[in-house]
């Protein structure tokens, strides 16, 4: 079933996040103000139409394969690159002191989008917080680390938006976040998975302390209208 997780998007898209998608048969993409994530069903010319039709002028949309990733005709190339996809392979975290820990629903949205902005964990919008469970530390009433749970595959779910404000980082915040989120997904009988940029060294080395293993390298191509 891992192969699932060669197309992440489109088998988040018509799984689990079926009310959370938009899009023509073989290309889909979140809500817009979910997330500019977008997925296709196959390397087709049709499908490739279909991605170029959910695309607005002047916006950006993310494609995430493992496959290598067609330029539509009338959209251009903005930006590439590689990443990693990570599965834990690991013995489940041990508990942990969560008190300082706290739930993030649709009253944060605001502080979430603004740190995800300031530390740039991957594409978030709006309602991104929808897409799973969503956890953050505050200190003096200020959100300055989260993470949550993004796209899903049958068995698996994505951690991701993991991020720490700078002033704030080498805490051990985003790890004991990442740690509680890989407890939270085994308890729930599923398999966590994440992404990391290929170039991220230490971010794929504190993951792999975690009990990650590299799974695939996957292309990301941001696209928009020519």
């Not at 079933?1 to 899009?23: C, F, K, Q, Y």
């Not at 049709?46 to 039709?53: C, E, G, V, Y």
């Not at 959209?75 to 590689?82: F, G, P």
């Not at 200190?139 to 698996?156: D, H, N, S, T």
């Amino acid at each position: 079933m891992s192969e699932l997780l060669d197309r992440p998007v489109w088998t988040s898209l018509i799984n689990a996040h079926r009310d959370l998608a938009e899009g023509a048969p073989r290309a889909k993409r979140y809500q817009r103000d979910v997330n500019l994530l977008a997925g296709l069903q196959d390397q087709s010319d049709q499908a490739l139409d279909d991605l170029r039709s959910l695309v607005r002028p002047g916006e950006q949309i993310y494609v995430v394969q493992a496959a290598e990733i067609p330029i539509p005709q009338g959209m251009r190339l903005d930006y590439q690159e590689k990443c990693v996809q990570m599965i834990h392979c690991g013995a489940a975290p041990e508990p942990l002191n969560a008190a300082e820990v706290t739930p993030l629903a649709d009253a944060d949205a605001a502080e979430m989008l603004a740190l995800a902005t300031l530390t740039k964990p991957g594409p978030f919008a709006e309602r991104t917080h929808t897409m799973g469970r969503f956890q953050g530390i505050r200190m003096g009433g200020r959100l300055v680390a989260m993470g949550g749970e993004r796209m899903r595959a049958p068995g698996y779910i994505e951690i991701s938006g993991v991020c720490t404000h700078p002033d704030f980082r080498g805490g051990g915040m985003a790890r004991k976040l990442t740690q509680l989120g890989v407890r939270s997904i085994l308890d729930r009988g599923a398999t966590p998975f994440l992404h990391s940029w290929r170039s991220n060294e230490t971010a794929i080395k504190l993951y792999q302390s975690l009990g990650f293993s590299i799974r695939t390298e996957l292309n990301v191509s941001v696209l928009s209208l020519a």
